[in-house]
C-alpha cells in the first residue's frame, strides 16, 4: 500500500509541474460543453422563437393559393414576403439570401375544382343520382406541381419537413374542396353542415413524469454528459505523453531497480487520473447547475442523479485511463502518443454518439459503436439523466467500462513485462 500510495504521490507532483497541462485538463472542456450548449440552445430556439422568411410567388389567386398562404401564416414559422416572379424569386435563394421560395402555378384553384367535381359526378352517378355518367374521354385536368427552390446550402431535414408539410396542407385542401362538392351536388346549402372536415386522428407526445410534472429532456442534459465524456477520454493524451516522458528521462530504468512492479507504478497513476477525470466531471455540473441559467442557457437538474451520474463518471475515468496506460506503454515516443491519441479520442466519440446519434447512422456503423467505449459511458449517462435509470440499470454499461478497463490494463503489463524480458 506504501509503494501505490508513494508511485500516485508522485504523479500528483508530476502533474502539479505542468501548470499549462493542468489548466488545459480543466478549463478547456469547460469552454467546449459551454460553446456547444450555446451553439445548440440557440438552434433550438431559433427554430422556435423566429420566423424564417421565405418568398412566394403566387400565379394562382385563388382560393387553393389563400389556404396555402393561411396555413404557412397559422404555423408561426415563416415569414411570408410575396415575389414578382420566379425568376427572381429563383435567383434569390440560389445566392442564399432566402432558405426557399414557394411558386404556386397559375389556374391551381381551377383545375383542383374541375377534378374534384368530375370526380364527385362519376361517384353520383354510380349510384343513380345523376342523369348522366362522366365518360372515360373526358378531358382530364394537367397535373399541376407546386415548385419548391431551396438555397443549395440548406440541410436535407429542414427539406423533408417543409416538403412534408405542404403536402399534408394541399391533402387537407383536397379533402375539404370534396366534401363541399359532394355538399353542392346533393343541393344542401354551404352553411349547413354536413361532412366534418376537421382531422379525426391526432398526434399526442406522452413524455416522463415525475411528481405529476412532465420531464423535458433540454440542450444542457444531452450536451454535459456527452462532452463531460469526451473530456474524460481526452486524458489519454497527457497520460500517454507522461509515461513516455518517463520512459526517454529514464524514470522507468530507475523505478525497476526498485522492489516496485509495474503493476503498482499503473496503480498509482490510476488512482491520480481517475481522481482527474472526476474534478473533472464536477466541474462540468457546476457549470450546468450555476453558469448556465445566469448566460441564458437551461439548468442542468441533478436532483436525485448525483450519487449515479458520478458512479458513471468514474467507470468512464477508469476506461479511459487504460486506454491511456495502454498507449503510454505501447508508444515510444510523444510524437506517436500525442496525435494517435487525440485522434483515436476523436473517433471513439464520433462512433459512439457523442456528434452524431447511433440511430442515424449507417447499420455497420451501428454495429461498431457498440465496441465504443464513449457509446458505453454516454449510454449509462443517458440512462441516469434522461431515463431515471437505476443502478441495476446501468450496471451493464459500467460492467463493461470495467471490462475495458481490465482488458487493456492487463495487455499494458504483458506487453511491458516482455518488452522488458532479459
Known amino acids: 500500500m506504501h509503494k501505490l500510495l508513494a508511485s500516485a504521490y508522485k504523479e500528483v507532483v508530476l502533474l502539479s509541474r505542468d501548470i499549462g497541462g493542468i489548466a488545459i485538463l480543466f478549463i478547456m472542456p469547460l469552454v467546449l460543453v459551454i460553446t456547444i450548449t450555446l451553439i445548440q ?5 431559433t427554430i422556435n422563437n423566429t420566423q424564417i422568411p421565405i418568398l412566394i410567388v403566387d400565379n394562382d389567386r385563388g382560393s387553393v393559393s389563400e389556404s396555402i398562404f393561411e396555413g404557412l ?9 410575396k415575389s414578382a416572379s420566379e425568376e427572381e424569386a429563383k435567383g434569390a435563394v440560389f445566392k442564399g439570401d432566402y432558405q426557399l421560395a414557394i411558386v404556386i402555378p397559375k389556374t391551381l384553384s381551377d383545375a383542383l375544382q374541375k377534378k374534384v367535381d368530375r370526380n364527385v359526378e362519376g361517384i353520383l352517378a354510380q349510384f343513380g343520382l345523376e342523369d348522366e355518367v362522366p365518360s372515360a374521354s373526358a378531358e382530364r385536368t394537367t397535373q399541376k406541381e407546386i415548385r419548391l427552390y431551396f438555397d443549395p446550402a440548406t440541410q436535407i431535414t429542414f427539406k423533408s419537413s417543409v416538403k412534408n408539410g405542404i403536402d399534408k396542407m394541399i391533402s387537407q385542401i383536397e379533402t375539404q374542396s370534396i366534401y363541399k362538392a359532394f355538399q353542392q351536388q346533393i343541393g344542401e346549402e354551404e352553411d349547413t353542415a354536413i361532412f366534418e372536415t376537421d382531422s379525426f386522428i391526432s398526434f399526442k407526445e406522452i413524455v416522463p413524469t415525475k411528481d405529476d410534472q412532465d420531464i423535458l429532456p433540454n440542450s444542457a442534459q444531452h450536451n454535459v454528459p456527452a462532452w463531460a465524456l469526451f473530456a474524460i477520454f481526452f486524458i489519454i493524451v497527457p497520460l500517454s505523453i507522461n509515461m513516455v ?3 526517454t528521462q529514464g524514470t522507468f530504468v530507475r523505478l525497476r531497480t526498485n522492489p516496485v512492479n509495474y503493476v503498482t507504478v499503473l496503480g498509482g497513476k490510476t488512482i491520480v487520473y481517475v481522481g482527474v477525470c472526476l474534478i473533472q466531471f464536477t ?6 447547475v450555476y453558469l448556465f441559467p445566469s448566460i441564458g442557457l437551461p439548468k442542468l437538474d441533478i436532483s436525485g442523479r448525483l450519487p449515479l451520474l458520478f458512479v458513471v463518471a468514474a467507470f468512464a475515468g477508469l476506461a479511459a485511463v487504460g486506454l491511456g496506460l495502454l498507449l503510454g506503454t505501447v508508444a515510444k515516443t510523444q510524437e506517436q502518443s500525442a496525435p494517435f491519441g487525440a485522434t483515436f479520442v476523436v473517433i471513439l466519440a464520433a462512433l459512439g454518439g457523442v ?3 447511433v440511430f442515424i447512422m449507417p447499420k455497420f456503423m451501428q454495429l461498431l459503436s457498440n465496441l465504443s467505449p464513449m457509446n458505453w459511458g454516454l449510454n449509462g449517462f443517458y440512462d441516469v439523466f434522461l431515463r431515471n435509470a437505476s443502478f441495476w440499470e446501468i450496471l451493464p454499461e459500467i460492467s463493461l467500462l470495467l471490462l475495458f478497463f481490465i482488458i487493456t490494463t492487463i495487455i499494458s503489463i504483458v506487453y511491458n513485462e516482455r518488452k522488458n524480458a532479459v
Open 355 to 357: 456528434w452524431v446519434p
Open 283 to 288: 466541474f462540468m455540473l457546476l457549470v450546468g
Open 41 to 45: 440552445d440557440s438552434s433550438f430556439k
Open 73 to 81: 401564416t397559422s404555423s408561426n414559422t415563416f415569414e411570408i414576403i
Open 245 to 247: 516522458k518517463e520512459k
